[in-house]
């Protein structure tokens, strides 16, 4: 939510791209009053005089009225920061890129409302399969507490330790049980503040994304977009107790960010991002080839891009935690590789790996995994083609991280962190709504299988 989606006018002049507002009104007024005294005195004959003057005149006057106008907007929505004078010193200019005020526009309303309302789907339609299904009366928080949740809201409550179970916690990253802490310090619970949190993170991750997206796309493919993310089969993660719709948000908030060239926020955004989930490394490089792109346009370097190197900042603060608890900085990769057999290997391997359990194990563990590992790889190659590059970069890391392990899991999940995904889906949606309408009720019917699962306790990524 810190930025604004760019508005066109295509019958108005946009006025305010540099410079002082006041200053460029008059100028072109000037303008306008000598090309019509010329054009009058000229070209104007007797008879057609006066009826020219008072066209001229007309026209005139429409035109700084329209100047006036777009002055009183400039400056309401502050355009001495947003389009500073050249006169001014380096320190204004440093401050000229950053957001100055943030809009609540109709598109954000429908957007919160479109996210709320599926999250009430999701809770109350899963809730009520494990009560039907399994005749089962289980506590809200017992239904939405499984698996990593519970690391979190341990860590919310206890913090990090270095003894008895407790110490395989260490591999989770401690943003996300930070904000947890502190968001229960104000409701006194734990599990409600973790649903807090998540929920408004997940509202931020689709707003941030809707205006990333209207940079390049049309409105509806920006709210496809939305739509498929929200409808992903394991969507039902960006509403409990894990760390997905945070990581969403501040990745895509410093995608955005970088694209508005708000590199300084850019910078802090990886940095949190990078105290999030480990893939937050991903955007060193992905925000590289985003320097890259707009250094391509314009041929001149930007002592902003320094920010990136920002982003190692988060991992880094992650380190000290890991000494400070344990007396080793990598102690973190040691428990991943004894406790969840995460050792780092080539990707064939971990994606051999997944197709030997297909016949060997459960359909979650083996072929669900295989079919979103070979859905994942067939949109970073198209990613490729249709997007961006810094898309395409952030979906080859990640998906080379995801499967580069000797033991691949839970990748529908992790699935939710590529949010090109999404994008691609909505463009296919808006081209061939056929092809929309079948994406939409498989993606549908395997968030309500996915989430009962969950919410049943039975493993389900």
């Given at each position: 939510m810190f930025f604004n989606s760019p508005t066109?006018?295509?019958?108005?002049?946009?006025?305010?791209?540099?410079?002082?507002?006041q200053g460029r009104s008059v100028e072109r007024a000037r303008g306008r009053t000598g090309d019509s005294t010329f054009t009058t005195i000229g070209f104007a004959n007797d008879t057609g005089e006066s009826l020219t003057k008072s066209t001229n005149s007309t026209l005139q006057a429409r035109d700084q009225s329209i100047d006036a106008r777009f002055a009183?907007?400039?400056?309401?929505?502050?355009?001495?920061?947003?389009?500073?004078?050249?006169?001014?010193?380096?320190?204004?200019?440093?401050?000229?890129?950053?957001?100055?005020?943030?809009?609540?526009?109709?598109?954000?309303r429908e957007t919160t409302f479109l996210i709320i309302a599926l999250k009430a789907l999701v809770f109350v339609t899963a809730a009520l399969s494990v009560g039907t299904l399994f005749d089962s009366k289980e506590g809200w928080s017992t239904l939405w507490s499984r698996w990593d949740a519970v690391h979190y809201l341990r860590l919310a409550e206890d913090g990090y330790t270095a003894v008895g179970e407790?110490?395989?916690?260490?591999?989770?990253?401690?943003?996300?049980?930070?904000?947890?802490?502190?968001?229960?310090?104000?409701?006194?619970?734990?599990?409600?503040?973790?649903?807090?949190v998540s929920g408004a993170a997940s509202i931020c991750a689709g707003l941030l994304l809707r205006?990333?997206?209207?940079?390049?796309?049309?409105?509806?493919?920006?709210q496809g977009t939305i739509w498929f993310l929200f409808i992903f089969p394991t969507a039902h993660f960006l509403h409990i107790g894990y760390s997905e719709s945070l990581f969403i948000a501040l990745v895509v908030g410093c995608m955005l960010a970088a694209r508005k060239e708000a590199w300084a926020i850019a910078?802090?955004?990886?940095?949190?991002?990078?105290l999030t989930r480990v893939n937050g490394l991903v955007l060193i490089p992905t925000l590289l080839v985003e320097a890259w792109l707009q250094?391509?346009?314009?041929?001149?370097?930007?002592?902003?891009?320094?920010?990136?190197?920002?982003?190692?900042?988060?991992?880094?603060?992650?380190?000290?935690?890991?000494?400070?608890?344990?007396?080793?900085?990598?102690?973190?990769?040691?428990?991943?590789?004894e406790h969840w057999?995460?050792?780092?290997?080539?990707?064939?391997?971990?994606?051999?790996?997944?197709?030997?359990?297909?016949?060997?194990?459960?359909?979650?563990?083996?072929?669900?995994?295989?079919?979103?590992?070979?859905?994942?790889?067939?949109?970073?190659?198209?990613?490729?083609?249709k997007l961006r590059p810094s898309y395409a970069v952030w979906m080859t890391l990640n998906w080379l991280l995801i499967t580069g392990t000797a033991f691949v899991v839970s990748v529908p999940r992790?699935?939710?962190?590529?949010?090109?995904?999404?994008?691609?889906?909505?463009?296919?949606?808006?081209?061939?709504?056929?092809?929309?309408?079948?994406?939409?009720?498989?993606?549908?019917?395997?968030?309500?299988?996915?989430?009962?699962?969950?919410?049943?306790?039975?493993?389900?990524?």
């Open positions: 066109h006018s295509t019958d108005e002049p946009n006025v305010g791209a540099g410079g002082s507002q009183f907007q400039e400056l309401e929505a502050g355009s001495a920061i947003n389009h500073p004078d050249p006169a001014l010193g380096p320190k204004a200019k440093r401050f000229a890129s950053w957001p100055t005020r943030v809009r609540w526009s109709p598109a954000d407790g110490r395989f916690s260490i591999v989770f990253y401690p943003l996300y049980p930070w904000l947890i802490r502190a968001v229960a310090f104000v409701c006194q619970n734990y599990f409600t503040a973790a649903l807090l205006r990333l997206v209207e940079l390049d796309q049309s409105t509806r493919v920006a910078g802090v955004l990886s940095a949190l991002a990078c250094y391509s346009r314009t041929r001149r370097l930007d002592w902003r891009w320094l920010w990136i190197g920002a982003s190692g900042l988060g991992f880094i603060a992650y380190l000290l935690l890991n000494y400070r608890v344990t007396g080793d900085p990598f102690a973190f990769s040691k428990i991943m590789e057999y995460k050792k780092v290997t080539s990707p064939w391997i971990g994606v051999y790996g997944v197709w030997q359990r297909i016949p060997n194990f459960n359909l979650t563990e083996g072929l669900h995994e295989f079919i979103f590992i070979i859905f994942s790889l067939v949109c970073t190659v198209w990613s490729w083609i992790y699935c939710l962190t590529l949010f090109p995904i999404f994008i691609l889906l909505a463009r296919m949606s808006a081209r061939r709504p056929l092809a929309g309408y079948i994406a939409t009720a498989t993606s549908l019917l395997l968030l309500a299988l996915f989430a009962t699962k969950f919410a049943h306790g039975t493993w389900a990524f």
